[in-house]
């Protein structure tokens, strides 16, 4: 259902169907039935020429009420994989398409974790072509959720060996905004290991608004690196 909607329109169109519906009929009881006509007039009034053809091969009967796996064969592919690869490999090689911060931007969550993450586990530094892309050009560090810029940090502070400044006091700024242990545990000693010395007055200027179990953690996590 979600490759037909999705192949007719230059958007993530069954992404937004999905969210529309939630909205409506949060905290109600419904029935397929109710999807089906919601889905249907959504279809309808975002593609209207194409709507017909899509419902034509949805089989609901098959997919709902008949016993047994619905009738379609799935395609399990490494699409997605595969761009993030070859996306990687341009990354490495400074060969980026000059669009690609628009393509990223433009991109689930999921594959834009699945970049960052590859990024993460190689072994090489960043030099200061791949530092600035990161940092300038993607900016994952600033136009993206917090998780996306919790890795980028994470990046940036693990991939470099030396801090910039710049980074530097954006990330001091950061670890005011957020007392989540599942962020600041990562963050709080990469930053020690670059600069010790404004990792702990970091901590100690933030330490009064963490949870006392983050408090701890931390704490013990700086203790260990000393």
């Known amino acids: 259902m979600e490759d037909l909607v999705n192949s007719k329109s230059d958007k993530d169109l069954f992404r937004k169907i999905l969210r529309n519906y939630f909205t409506k009929f949060k905290y109600q009881s419904v029935v397929y039935q109710d999807f089906k006509e919601f889905f249907e007039s959504q279809v309808r009034e975002e593609l209207p020429t194409e709507a017909e053809n899509i419902f034509n091969q949805i089989d609901w009967i098959k997919w709902i009420e ?24 341009l990354f490495n090689e400074n060969n980026l398409p000059s669009d690609f911060d628009k393509t990223f931007k433009q991109w689930d969550v999921e594959l834009q974790m699945d970049f960052i993450a590859y990024i993460l586990t190689q072994e090489k530094e ?5 530092y600035n892309y990161i940092y300038n050009t993607l900016k994952l560090t600033k136009e993206y959720n917090i998780q996306i810029k919790v890795n980028g940090y994470k990046i940036l502070l693990n991939k470099r060996s030396i801090l910039e400044n710049d980074l530097k006091e954006e990330l001091i700024e950061f670890l005011g905004t957020t007392g989540r242990i599942n962020y600041l545990r990562d963050l709080y000693p990469a930053f020690y290991k670059k600069d010790k010395n404004a990792a702990l007055e970091t901590f100690e200027k933030y330490r009064n608004i963490y949870h006392p179990m983050v408090v701890k953690y931390i704490e013990l996590a700086l203790k260990n690196l000393s």
Not at 126 to 130: A, R
């Open 126 to 130: 960043l030099d200061d072509e791949h």
């Open 66 to 89: 008949a016993p047994g796996m619905p009738p379609i064969t799935l395609n399990f592919s490494n699409t997605y994989d595969n761009t993030v690869k070859e996306m990687i490999t």
